[in-house]
């Protein structure tokens, strides 16, 4: 479109056309909030083809709506041109303004569907990918139990050998510290000995001494096997 080429009533009808147009489409691009399928816990494959649909029609419609607005701002700079050339009249300024108005009102308007529908698809988009990683957490749950019983059963396997090998090394230090225990008696009494040889008094009161816990030993092996006696005499009565 050329400018300066129609008149001034040619404008007006062109003009007047894409504002129809793009009230049109608006109400159309409107529709397309109200038609989304509501988000829900599983999408059927034709829901998914829906909505990949709304999304071409959004993209498409979108587009078509932004070309009109571009038009008609052309045709609304060209009637302003228009009407400088004219003789000033309170009617076509009024008509004109009226036409910017209008552009304006579409103009708003387109912004403010075209924001609401692109916060509502990416609200729907966030909840699409929570919804899909609860899928998949509810669809891996049965092998993560699995998993998780296997991993118990292997830890339990590995305290218990760990349990083993504590009590190994304990009977290992213990065998250890019986032997030591063992020499330093085997010393001992060879220090003793040696000490009777050396000093007969030593070595008689050692053998007193020697004499006197047999002596002791057998008596309180006969108390305890007396009183064992009477034990089993008393329980068969």
């Not at 300066?4 to 159309?28: C, F, H, M, P």
């Not at 034709?46 to 498409?60: D, I, P, R």
């Not at 292997?154 to 063992?182: C, F, P, W, Y």
């Amino acid at each position: 479109m050329t400018r300066g080429t129609y008149s001034w009533e040619d404008l007006r009808k062109q003009a007047r056309q894409l504002e129809n147009e793009i009230d049109a489409k608006l109400v159309s691009f409107s529709k397309l909030g109200l038609g989304s399928t509501p988000f829900n816990n599983s999408k059927s494959n034709g829901e998914s083809a829906h909505l990949l649909g709304e999304n071409f029609a959004f993209e498409s419609v979108s587009s078509e709506i932004q070309q009109l607005l571009s038009k008609l701002t052309d045709v609304n700079s060209q009637m302003t041109e228009v009407s400088a050339s004219q003789a000033p009249s309170a009617a076509l300024q009024h008509t004109l303004q009226r036409h910017r108005d209008i552009l304006q009102d579409y103009t708003t308007e387109f912004q403010k569907t075209s924001s609401h529908l692109q916060s509502k698809k990416e609200r729907e988009d966030l909840l699409g990918s929570v919804r899909r990683d609860i899928d998949a957490y509810k669809n891996d749950s049965g092998r993560n139990r699995r998993t998780d019983l296997y991993l118990k059963e292997n830890e339990h396997l590995r305290s218990s050998e760990r349990m083993v090998d504590d009590q190994i090394n304990i009977a290992i230090e213990t065998k250890e510290h019986i032997g030591n225990q063992r020499t330093n008696l085997k010393r001992m009494q060879a220090r003793v000995n040696d000490l009777a040889s050396r000093f007969p008094v030593i070595n008689s009161v050692v053998q007193r001494i020697n004499f006197r816990k047999r002596r002791d030993a057998i008596i309180l092996g006969s108390v305890i096997g007396f009183g064992c006696i009477l034990l089993l005499l008393y329980s068969q009565r």
